[in-house]
């Protein structure tokens, strides 16, 4: 069985830095795709960035030149580091990853979600 797990978030004043992380989990066989979405309330989820098996890290254009992704292959893990943070970044960060899992087919997956809160 495999699973997202995330952590980091929080509330933070303008200006401020947080950072996310997702840790996939399970009989991973391989993973082509880890990323954030994020959701305001009463909004739609709306992505915000992802790494692609190819290696590259593609990040929206709300968040550009604000947000950095890393991505850890050995662990199955994926970073959000998000800097100069505004009260529109608020909402809930949901980490998604598509993965082949042993003796399945390609799949996709999200964690539970986490909390950010910018204040002005």
């Known amino acids: 069985q495999v699973q997202l797990v995330e952590s980091g978030g929080g509330s933070v004043q303008s200006g401020g830095s947080l950072r996310l992380s997702c840790a996939a989990s399970?009989?991973?066989?391989?993973?082509?795709?880890m990323g954030w979405y994020r959701q305001a309330p009463g909004n739609q989820r709306d992505w915000v960035g992802d790494?692609?098996?190819?290696?590259?890290?593609n990040l929206s254009e709300a968040v550009k030149g604000r947000f950095t992704i890393s991505r850890d292959t050995a662990q199955n893990k994926i970073d959000l580091q998000m800097n100069n943070l505004e009260p529109d970044d608020t909402g809930v960060y949901y980490c998604y990853a598509r993965i082949l899992e042993l003796g399945a087919g390609w799949s996709d997956y999200w964690g539970q979600g986490t909390q950010v809160t910018v204040s002005s």
């Open positions: 790494w692609a098996m190819q290696g590259y890290i």
């Open positions: 399970g009989s991973i066989d391989s993973i082509s795709a």
